[in-house]
C-alpha cells in the first residue's frame, strides 16, 4: 500500500491541529469531579449565626415530623406508587436532616439583606464574619460556604466591596489568616465582563494585602438579568465573564425572579416552571457546557409553612394546615425534580422548610434512575475493558464520566453509598478517584 501525503506535510499539518485541539480541550475539560453542592440556602446577613445551619437543620427535622410523621403520609403527599423506595428515602431525608441539613449557605448581603444604612451594613459585615469564625472553630458551618455582596452596579459597587473588605478582613483577623474550606464570593446581577474582572481585581489585592496565596478568593456568577445571555449584538457573553474571573469563577446560579422580572413576567407569574427561565437555562448550558463551571437553578418562593398558629388548634385548622403545607411540598419537589431533569443538579432554598423537600426530590431522582444507570455504566466499564484487552484506543471517555458523575452526585448527597456503586463493576479505589479517564488509565496499564 503506497501512502500519497509525505511525511513531513502531515506532520506539520496534524501539530499544526494540535495546538487547537488542546486549546479546546484546555476551554471545555468536561464536568468537574469535584462535589457539587444539591442546594444553596440564602440568609440574610444580619441573621447568620455560628450555629445558624444546626438550627435550620433541628427546624427543618421537627417540619418534617409535624407533616410526615412516617413514609405513607411522604408518599401521598408527593403521589408516590412506590411504598419500599417511600421508605427508603424517608430514612435518608431524616438522616441527611440530622447530620448535614445544609450543604451550601450564602451570607446575604443583598436581597436578603436589602439596602440598609452604611453603619448598619459596616457593623453587621463585622458580627457576620466573626459568627462564621466562631462556627469554624466549632466545626458547625456547612461544607460550603460564602457571602453574596451587592452588584457592582454604579449605584452600588462602593457599598459592595466596603462590605467585601471588612467581611474578609474580618474573618481573616478572627481566624488568623484561614478561610473556611470551599468559601466562595457571589456577584450578583452582572451583565458585563468588566465587573467581574474589576472584583478579580479587589481579590488580588486582598490576596496580597492578608498574605493569601494568590487565586485563594474564588467567585460564583449570577444570571439573573437578559443581558447576560443576549448582550447588545445580539450574542451571549457568558463565555466571556467567566473568562473575565481569570478562573476564579466556579459557577453560575440562576435569578429565578430578577430574570423573569428583566422579561416582564408580572409577580404571579414569576415562577421557576415559566418557559422563560427554560429558555435562560438552555443558553447557560449551551454556552457554559463542557467547562467544569458548576450551574445552579434558582428557588421556589413557596414556602411550606403552616396557616394557623398556636398551640390550641381545631381539627379543621389542623388539616387545613396539613394540606397547605402538602401543596406546597408538591410544588418545591415538582420544580426541583424539573430542574435535576434538565440537568440542574443545584438550587437554592430559602427556607428551613424547603430542606426536607429538596433532598426528597434529590434522592427520589437518583434512586429511581439507579439501576438503569448501574446496567448502563456496567456495560460501559466492560465494553472499555474489552477495549483495553484488545489493545483498541478506547477514547469515549466523556461518555463514561457523565455515567460515574451520575454515581458521584448520588454519593455526594447520600441518596447512594459507595457500596452500592461497586455493583458497576468498579472498584472503590476507581470510583474515588471521580475520574473516568483515570480508571480507564489504570486498566490500561494493568493490562499491559
Given at each position: 500500500m503506497q501512502l500519497s501525503i509525505p511525511e513531513s506535510d502531515k506532520h506539520a499539518l496534524l501539530d499544526t491541529l494540535k495546538i487547537a485541539n488542546l486549546a479546546f480541550q484546555q476551554t471545555y475539560p468536561g464536568d468537574r469531579p469535584e462535589r457539587q453542592p444539591v442546594h444553596t440556602v440564602y440568609g440574610g446577613a444580619n441573621l447568620f449565626k455560628a450555629d445558624?445551619?444546626?438550627?435550620?437543620?433541628?427546624?427543618?427535622?421537627?417540619?418534617?415530623?409535624?407533616?410526615?410523621?412516617?413514609?405513607?403520609?411522604?408518599?401521598?403527599?408527593?403521589?408516590?406508587?412506590?411504598?419500599?423506595?417511600?421508605?427508603?428515602?424517608?430514612?435518608?431525608?431524616?438522616?441527611?436532616?440530622?447530620?448535614?441539613?445544609?450543604?451550601?449557605?450564602?451570607?446575604?448581603?443583598?436581597?436578603?439583606?436589602?439596602?440598609?444604612?452604611?453603619?448598619?451594613?459596616?457593623?453587621?459585615?463585622?458580627?457576620a464574619a466573626i459568627e462564621l469564625a466562631k462556627g469554624m472553630e466549632a466545626g458547625t458551618i456547612s461544607p460550603f460556604i460564602g457571602i453574596r455582596i451587592k452588584p457592582f452596579t454604579e449605584d452600588?459597587?462602593?457599598?459592595?466591596?466596603?462590605?467585601?473588605?471588612?467581611?474578609?478582613?474580618?474573618?481573616?483577623?478572627?481566624?488568623?489568616?484561614?478561610?473556611?474550606?470551599?468559601?466562595?464570593?457571589?456577584?450578583?446581577?452582572?451583565?458585563?465582563?468588566?465587573?467581574?474582572?474589576?472584583?478579580?481585581?479587589?481579590?488580588?489585592?486582598?490576596?496580597?494585602?492578608?498574605?493569601?496565596?494568590?487565586?485563594?478568593?474564588?467567585?460564583?456568577?449570577?444570571?439573573?438579568?437578559?443581558?447576560?445571555?443576549?448582550?447588545?449584538?445580539?450574542?451571549?457573553?457568558?463565555?466571556?465573564?467567566?473568562?473575565?474571573?481569570?478562573?476564579?469563577?466556579?459557577?453560575?446560579?440562576?435569578?429565578?425572579?430578577?430574570?423573569?422580572a428583566s422579561c416582564g413576567i408580572t409577580a404571579k407569574y414569576q415562577t421557576m416552571a415559566h418557559p422563560v427561565c427554560d429558555f435562560a437555562h438552555h443558553m447557560t448550558k449551551v454556552a457554559l457546557g463542557g467547562t467544569g463551571i458548576f450551574l445552579s437553578d434558582g428557588a421556589t418562593n413557596v414556602i411550606p409553612v403552616a396557616l394557623h398558629k398556636g398551640d390550641h388548634l381545631s381539627y379543621a385548622q389542623l388539616e387545613e394546615n396539613r394540606e397547605h403545607v402538602h401543596r406546597a411540598w408538591r410544588t418545591g419537589y415538582h420544580h426541583t425534580m424539573h430542574s435535576l431533569i434538565n440537568g440542574f443538579y443545584q438550587g437554592w432554598d430559602l427556607n428551613p422548610a424547603q430542606l426536607p423537600m429538596r433532598y426528597a426530590a434529590t434522592y427520589h431522582f437518583f434512586l429511581s434512575n439507579y439501576e438503569d444507570a448501574v446496567y448502563r455504566l456496567k456495560t460501559f466499564v466492560e465494553r472499555a475493558a474489552i477495549s483495553t484487552l484488545t489493545k483498541d484506543i478506547f477514547d469515549d471517555a466523556a461518555t463514561?464520566?457523565?455515567?460515574?458523575?451520575?454515581?458521584?452526585?448520588?454519593?455526594?448527597?447520600?441518596?447512594?453509598?459507595?457500596?452500592?456503586?461497586?455493583?458497576?463493576?468498579?472498584?472503590?479505589?476507581?470510583?474515588?478517584?471521580?475520574?473516568?479517564f483515570r480508571i480507564l488509565e489504570g486498566r490500561r496499564k494493568l493490562s499491559i
Open positions: 445558624t445551619c444546626i438550627k435550620m437543620g433541628e427546624i427543618a427535622l421537627h417540619h418534617f415530623h409535624t407533616y410526615a410523621p412516617d413514609s405513607g403520609v411522604l408518599a401521598m403527599a408527593l403521589e408516590w406508587k412506590n411504598d419500599r423506595l417511600a421508605e427508603i428515602i424517608y430514612k435518608q431525608i431524616i438522616h441527611k436532616l440530622q447530620t448535614e441539613p445544609v450543604e451550601d449557605f450564602r451570607i446575604d448581603f443583598e436581597d436578603g439583606f436589602g439596602n440598609r444604612p452604611d453603619e448598619e451594613e459596616d457593623a453587621t459585615a463585622v458580627a452600588l459597587k462602593h457599598r459592595s466591596v466596603r462590605t467585601l473588605d471588612l467581611f474578609i478582613s474580618t474573618l481573616l483577623q478572627h481566624t488568623n489568616g484561614v478561610l473556611p474550606a470551599n468559601f466562595v464570593v457571589m456577584l450578583p446581577k452582572v451583565t458585563i465582563p468588566e465587573q467581574v474582572s474589576t472584583l478579580v481585581r479587589f481579590f488580588e489585592v486582598l490576596e496580597k494585602v492578608h498574605a493569601l496565596e494568590p487565586g485563594t478568593l474564588q467567585m460564583e456568577t449570577m444570571v439573573e438579568a437578559t443581558q447576560i445571555i443576549m448582550d447588545d449584538e445580539g450574542r451571549n457573553p457568558l463565555m466571556r465573564i467567566i473568562r473575565a474571573s481569570e478562573g476564579r469563577c466556579i459557577a453560575a446560579h440562576f435569578g429565578t425572579y430578577d430574570y423573569t463514561g464520566q457523565g455515567l460515574l458523575n451520575f454515581f458521584l452526585k448520588a454519593i455526594n448527597c447520600g441518596a447512594v453509598s459507595e457500596e452500592e456503586v461497586l455493583a458497576t463493576g468498579l472498584t472503590m479505589e476507581e470510583i474515588r478517584t471521580r475520574s473516568f
